[in-house]
């Protein structure tokens, strides 16, 4: 590297930076200047004053900007890092300093590029961790939401919707404190483990001082090389039902909030599901299937023969035994009339301490226009369900996600707005 | 290899570049990743305060350590307990400093399971962690004269090596953050004074080590990045409050055993978001 190339990047920079401050600080840089708040992200080289764009050419790129936000009608990415944050700041200002801050990286984690410009000083460390160096966009979906708790905190109760509360206790439930709850959410998915870590490592890290990470859980979906509905770790497709990401008009009705600051954003449902495979390895396909209501090959309800059949569930044989025991799963769930848009993910995290069993599971995260959806299906499976048998639940978490960001605007505008 | 990374960052870095939008046309600049050169910012009368500071600090522990010394060989007990934390803190302040020199650091400082995992016996391993054994474990300091005089004479030999000591930059930036990583992965976990518990007296003092050498960088780091300075202040203050908690009325520190587990989440917790902009103090050098 020649001495007089090394003066032109410098320059370049120098110029570059003066320019965004001299273009953008009017505002920005006096309300961040004003609560110190900037402090750190400014030193570890974030432009956080900056608009990025949604790139054009980056490869597997899911885009930031649009009518909501993405990883919710995103197709379905290979893995998961779902990341439950407590809020550190105190104040209304600082947390809406930090989404504004917090945007336009998100916009390069999706664009496939580093947090921030690598600098010339090599002893500070860098601002981006650098684990995703050569891995590409991977269609990265990064979704935010915002718990109750989160409210109650900062004292923003009367632009809390009503809708948004912890959900009750349903039977069975024997949920953990560490794996509950939340005043913030960050949904990254993506096509890449690795893609999907480095995004909550570097936003987490980003806002040092300002959240802390409370629980998260990392997850894998399998796509068999042919399409279709991939399966759980109990070997059944799982999301059949779901609503179809293109149809609008369906997902108006099941998953998108149409009132308030929230309108064009969705509820998300958490819940950390236990699957206690070695119980389940030992049932047999029949019981299994009966557990269920499916059959376990072709994912066809009880009597039919095809994944998407549709299906009568009070439908009865010949000696007035329902076709789908009215024990089963998809039988109590359907019986319920409600509808959510799933996007779970299975996990495997080692052993369990206590029993030495698979710490294997689900992360089922659902989304819909009102939590009410989610619980009016979970009351209807309730102690009926034959599956309680081979499953716990161990987390739970509601998150009000925003709607989608225009560009210019930044994450969770509407809410700032309403205050 | 760093050339191949290099390369590999600015040909991303080119395609990005073309993907941006017509606002983001100087978005993506190519920029060295790595060192150049830079001139040198004068540091002299940083590097001088502290090591200063860490010769002070190296005075203190030697006369500590002999008093801690003489009273063990007394045999009184009690009396070399009350002086173990206290004498143990000029260490942990200075760790920067006193960890330089390879042979010493494990001699003065090793801890069972470090020699262990060394591959070497229990008979090779000396120093304060030993006695630490002795007294809170076998309750006795009979047998454990020779290990002493040995400390005594490694602490002699620390002392006398740090007056040559040359203090640089990096040294002090990298071991603010050293001290701090230090208290995260040992002192948090209990694992350093796992027969006296008295964990938190290092803690106490690897923070005020860190803070020492913020201060002195202070009026650098203030003309360089005011908002950092701020940060710093409060993030310290927010570690010296949580420890607060925990003082004792003679001016210690309570045992580790008495920390719940929400009260080790909530120290590490504050010592991670100290580092985190602490990290940062290198800015003073480009």
Redesign the interface.
């Known amino acids: 590297?020649t001495?007089s190339?090394?003066e032109k990047?410098i320059n370049?920079?120098i110029s570059?930076r003066d320019?965004l401050k001299l273009t953008s600080i009017g505002v920005a840089g006096v309300a961040i200047?004003a609560s110190?708040l900037?402090?750190?992200m400014?030193?570890?080289g974030y432009d956080v004053f900056?608009?990025?764009?949604d790139?054009?050419?980056?490869s597997n790129k899911v885009n930031f900007y649009g009518k909501h936000q993405s990883g919710i009608v995103t197709p379905v990415q290979t893995n998961i890092y779902f990341a439950s944050l407590d809020v550190?700041v105190t104040s209304k200002k600082e947390l809406q300093e930090l989404f504004q801050q917090w945007t336009p990286l998100v916009v390069r984690l999706m664009?496939?590029?580093l947090m921030a410009?690598?600098?010339?000083?090599?002893?500070?460390?860098t601002g981006d961790t650098g684990e995703a160096?050569?891995l590409n966009a991977a269609n990265l979906s990064i979704t935010f939401g915002v718990g109750p708790s989160l409210f109650d905190k900062l004292g923003m109760q009367h632009v809390k919707p009503a809708e948004l509360k912890d959900l009750p206790h349903f039977p069975k439930d024997q949920l953990q404190k560490e794996y509950t709850g939340g005043d913030l959410c960050i949904q990254a998915c993506a096509d890449d483990p690795q893609v999907a870590f480095h995004a909550i490592r570097n936003l987490v890290?980003a806002a040092?001082?300002k959240v802390?990470i409370k629980w998260s859980q990392a997850g894998f979906n399998s796509f068999p090389a042919a399409g279709g509905t991939p399966r759980n770790l109990f070997a059944f497709k799982d999301g059949t039902v779901n609503p179809a990401i293109k149809d609008e008009k369906d997902l108006n009705k099941v998953v998108w909030v149409d009132k308030g600051w929230l309108k064009g954003g969705s509820y998300l449902i958490a819940r950390k599901v236990q699957m206690h495979l070695e119980t389940w390895d030992r049932t047999s396909l029949k019981d299994q299937e009966a557990t269920f209501g499916r059959y376990r090959d072709s994912g066809a309800p009880f009597g039919k023969t095809k994944e998407f059949d549709d299906f009568d569930v009070e439908a009865k044989d010949e000696k007035d035994n329902y076709i789908m025991p009215d024990t089963s799963h998809v039988h109590l769930a359907r019986k319920s009339g409600a509808r959510v848009l799933r996007r779970s993910y299975s996990y495997a995290s080692g052993v369990m301490s206590n029993t030495g069993t698979h710490d294997a599971g689900l992360i089922f995260i659902s989304f819909q226009k009102d939590p009410e959806q989610f619980t009016t299906i979970q009351n209807s499976l309730g102690r009926m369900d034959k599956m309680n048998e081979y499953i716990t639940h161990r987390g739970s978490a509601v998150f009000a996600c925003f709607p989608g960001v225009q560009k210019g605007s930044y994450l969770g505008e509407a809410l700032f707005n309403a205050l | 290899m760093k050339n191949k990374s290099l390369l590999s960052v600015l040909v991303a870095g080119g395609i990005l570049m073309a993907g941006c939008g017509n606002t983001e046309e100087t978005k993506k600049e190519d920029k060295p990743a790595t060192e150049q050169a830079t001139q040198e910012v004068d540091l002299s009368a940083e590097l001088s305060a502290y090591q200063q500071f860490a010769l002070e600090q190296m005075d203190q522990f030697l006369l500590d350590t002999e008093k801690f010394v003489n009273l063990f060989k007394a045999g009184d007990i009690e009396g070399a307990k009350a002086a173990y934390a206290p004498a143990r803190m000029y260490f942990e302040r200075s760790e920067p400093i006193a960890e330089s020199f390879g042979d010493l650091d494990p001699r003065i400082d090793g801890r069972l399971a470090d020699i262990q995992e060394e591959g070497k016996g229990e008979e090779e391993w000396s120093g304060y962690h030993k006695l630490e054994y002795a007294l809170w474990e076998e309750n006795t300091t009979k047998g454990y004269e020779a290990v002493a005089d040995q400390l005594l004479a490694d602490a002699k030999e620390l002392h006398a090596l740090v007056q040559t000591v040359e203090v640089t930059p990096d040294l002090m930036i990298t071991g603010a953050v050293d001290l701090l990583n230090e208290v995260s992965t040992s002192k948090i976990t209990g694992e350093e004074e796992i027969y006296s518990h008295t964990d938190l007296y290092d803690f106490k003092a690897n923070i005020e080590g860190a803070e020492k050498i913020f201060e002195i960088l202070r009026s650098k780091l203030e003309a360089k990045d005011q908002e950092l300075v701020t940060t710093l202040d409060e993030k310290f203050k927010a570690v010296d409050d949580l420890l607060a908690q925990h003082a004792t009325a003679d001016g210690g520190y309570v045992s580790y055993e008495e920390l719940t587990e929400d009260n080790t989440k909530a120290l590490a917790a504050a010592v991670n978001q100290l580092g985190e902009p602490l990290s940062q103090m290198g800015i003073i050098l480009e």
């Open positions: 590297m001495t190339n090394d990047w370049k920079k570059r320019m200047g110190g900037g402090g750190v400014k030193a570890m900056e608009t990025v764009a790139s054009t050419t980056a550190l664009n496939g590029e410009d690598l600098s010339t000083n090599t002893r500070v460390p160096e050569g890290r040092s001082g802390e």
